[in-house]
C-alpha cells in the first residue's frame, strides 16, 4: 500500500478502477466515429491557406497577454465584427474555449439573488460556472419546459425577486435531442428572464448557413448565444454572442475573460474562414444532413434502436465494464468509438456515442452497424 501525500489520489484512481470508471488517454486509430468534426474542416485546406496568409501578413502565433493588455489583437476584433454579422447578434466575444466561455458566463452575469434554472444534461462546463456564482441554482428535468417554470414559480413563491436565468443547450452532446427553445424563449420573457442558449453541437450544422437551432432567436437583450469553434467549424475557441451591454460586462467582470493569455491571433483568422466556408459552401451541410438521416435509419435497422434525429447517435447499455468491452471490441474492428460512462452521463446509462462526420460515408456507416451488430450477439452469446 502507498503511503504519502500520493496515496489519497492512488486511492481514487483505485477506486475508478474498480467502478470501471478510471480513464486513460487513448490515440485516435480506425475509421472516425467519435469526433466533432462535423463537416470535416479540422484539415480543411482553405483554412490551411487562411493561416498561411494570415503568417505572411505577419499575424503573431501567440498573443503575448490578455485582451486588456497587449493581447488583443486586430484578428480578434476582425473575427468578433464578422461573427457578430453572420450569426445575427449586436456583439460576440472570442474566448478560448467553450468550457472557459460557459465558466466565464454563468460565474459572471447572474447575479445575488438571481435562480439559474439549467437543464439536468448541461454541459460540465456550464456546471463549473453555475458553481462560481453567487446566485441560487436548480436543475429541471432535461427538455421539460413544464418543469423549468415549475422550477421558476416555486422560486417567485418563496419570494426570489431577481432575475431567472435558463441555461440550456440547443442540441444535447450525449443524447443527440433538441431542447425546446420557443417554449423556454417564451418562459424567459414572461418571467423577466434570460435564456443562455449553448450551440456547440448546432453551430455549423443546423440552421441557415449553420447558424444553428436558435437562428432567428438571436438579437434579442434576453438571449446569450454560445457558439463553440472546435466542433463543425473545425478549429478551436469559442464565440459568445449577446447585446453591447451583456459583452461589456463580460469584458470588465469575467474572470476567465480578463485573466486568460487571448487566444492566438491564428486561430481567430481560422474561424474567420471558417465562417466564411458556412457561407459559402453550402452543399456541405446539406450532404451532412443526408448522411446522418442515413446513419438515423441504419441504426433501427441494424440493431433496433431509435435515432436521435441528429449526427449525435447514442446507444445506451448501461453497465460500465460492457460498454467498455464493446467499445474495446469495435476498435479492434477498425472503428474508433468510445465508452461514455458516469460522471459524464447520469448513473446507470454508460452509452456507446456515435457521432456521424463528413470523415466517413454511406459504406463505412453500413460496415460500422454491421461489426457492431455483430459485438451484441457475441455479447449477448
Known amino acids: 500500500m502507498m503511503r504519502g501525500p500520493l496515496a489519497r489520489y492512488v486511492a481514487t484512481l483505485?477506486?475508478?478502477?474498480r467502478k470501471g470508471r478510471r480513464r486513460e488517454l487513448v490515440p485516435h486509430d480506425g475509421?472516425?466515429?467519435?469526433?466533432?468534426?462535423?463537416?470535416r474542416l479540422a484539415n480543411s485546406t482553405r483554412i490551411r491557406s487562411a493561416i498561411a496568409d494570415a503568417l505572411e501578413r505577419g499575424v503573431a502565433v501567440g498573443s503575448g497577454g490578455s485582451r486588456l493588455l497587449r493581447g488583443n489583437h486586430p484578428e480578434h476584433e476582425a473575427l468578433e465584427a464578422e461573427a457578430a454579422i453572420f450569426f445575427g447578434t449586436e456583439r460576440a466575444l472570442y474566448f478560448s474555449s467553450g468550457y472557459a466561455a460557459n465558466a466565464a458566463l454563468f460565474s459572471t452575469l447572474p447575479q445575488r439573488g438571481d435562480l439559474i434554472v439549467h437543464d439536468a444534461l448541461i454541459h460540465a462546463s456550464a456546471h463549473e460556472g453555475i458553481a462560481a456564482s453567487r446566485a441560487e441554482a436548480v436543475a429541471a428535468r432535461h427538455n421539460d419546459a413544464d418543469a423549468f417554470e415549475e422550477v421558476i414559480v416555486s422560486w417567485r413563491m418563496k419570494g426570489g425577486t431577481g432575475h431567472p436565468w435558463i441555461a440550456v443547450e440547443s442540441l444535447y452532446s450525449m443524447d443527440g435531442d433538441r431542447a425546446p427553445l420557443k417554449e423556454l424563449v417564451e418562459l424567459a420573457d414572461r418571467y423577466d428572464?434570460?435564456?443562455v442558449i449553448d450551440e456547440a453541437h448546432a453551430t455549423g450544422v443546423f440552421g441557415p448557413h449553420g447558424r444553428g437551432l436558435a437562428a432567428g432567436m438571436e438579437g434579442r437583450d434576453n438571449i446569450i448565444l454560445l457558439h463553440t469553434c472546435g466542433k463543425a467549424l473545425g478549429v478551436s475557441g469559442a464565440l459568445v454572442g449577446a447585446n453591447q451591454v451583456v459583452c461589456d460586462y463580460l469584458v470588465n467582470r469575467a474572470r476567465g475573460f480578463i485573466y486568460s493569455t487571448a487566444p492566438s491571433p491564428l486561430m481567430a483568422a481560422a474561424v474567420r474562414e471558417a465562417l466564411r466556408i458556412l457561407a459559402e459552401e453550402p452543399e456541405r451541410r446539406a450532404k451532412f444532413e443526408q448522411l446522418w438521416t442515413f446513419a438515423n435509419a441504419q441504426l433501427t435497422v441494424a440493431l433496433g434502436f431509435e435515432g436521435s434525429g441528429s449526427q449525435i447517435l447514442p446507444i445506451l447499455i448501461g453497465d460500465n465494464s460492457r460498454t467498455m468491452r464493446i467499445a474495446a471490441c469495435m476498435r479492434e474492428a477498425g472503428f474508433d468509438i468510445r465508452a461514455i460512462r458516469p460522471p459524464t452521463v447520469p448513473e446507470g446509462t454508460a452509452r456507446l456515442r456515435i457521432a456521424i462526420t463528413l470523415n466517413v460515408d454511406r459504406s463505412a456507416i453500413l460496415r460500422m452497424f454491421d461489426a457492431l451488430a455483430t459485438v451484441f450477439c457475441?455479447?449477448?452469446?
Do not use: P
Not at 483505485?14 to 478502477?17: A, F, I, S, W
Not at 457475441?378 to 452469446?381: D, G, K, L, M, R
Open 14 to 17: 483505485n477506486g475508478l478502477e
Open 31 to 39: 475509421v472516425d466515429f467519435t469526433s466533432n468534426d462535423y463537416l
Open 193 to 195: 428572464g434570460f435564456l
Open 378 to 381: 457475441a455479447e449477448a452469446a
